[in-house]
């Protein structure tokens, strides 16, 4: 069973930070592009960041472009989305996602070229 879980959402005030994990089970994903996604309140799910299979290439939406990192370890098939200068527009679920293909030498932004997903962790940025 190929499965991805979320981690580290929770509630922090303007301006703080928080770091996201994503732990995939069942199989690597050392060779697939993989990305965040959010949607918050009245939203449809948004691309927030990826990041190439082999971690030579991200990409960011606009909106979080100088405040959020996102990263992968090969060693621990795991990745993260390091999130500072928190905003309240910040606030939403946050989806690990992952590609099914492999070496990819473009990073997508759409959610439907985005194959496996977490259940999402919740943030929430309220003072």
């Known amino acids: 069973q190929v499965q991805l879980v979320e981690s580290g959402g929770g509630l922090v005030q303007p301006g703080g930070s928080l770091r996201l994990s994503c732990a995939p089970s069942?199989?690597?994903?050392?060779?697939?592009?993989m990305g965040w996604f959010r949607q918050g309140p009245r939203r449809e799910r948004e691309f927030v960041a990826g990041?190439?299979?082999?971690?030579?290439?991200?990409e960011y939406a606009e909106a979080v472009k100088g405040r959020f990192t996102i990263s992968r370890d090969s060693a621990k098939n795991t990745m993260s989305l390091q999130m500072n200068s928190l905003k309240l527009e910040d606030t939403a679920v946050y989806y690990c996602?992952?590609?099914?293909?492999?070496?990819?030498?473009?990073?997508?932004?759409?959610?439907?070229?985005?194959?496996?997903w977490g259940q999402g962790t919740q943030v929430t940025v309220s003072s």
């Open positions: 069942g199989r690597t994903f050392s060779r697939n592009t």
């Open positions: 990041i190439l299979w082999n971690g030579g290439s991200t």
């Open positions: 996602a992952a590609r099914s293909t492999a070496w990819e030498i473009n990073i997508t932004s759409r959610r439907g070229d985005y194959d496996y």
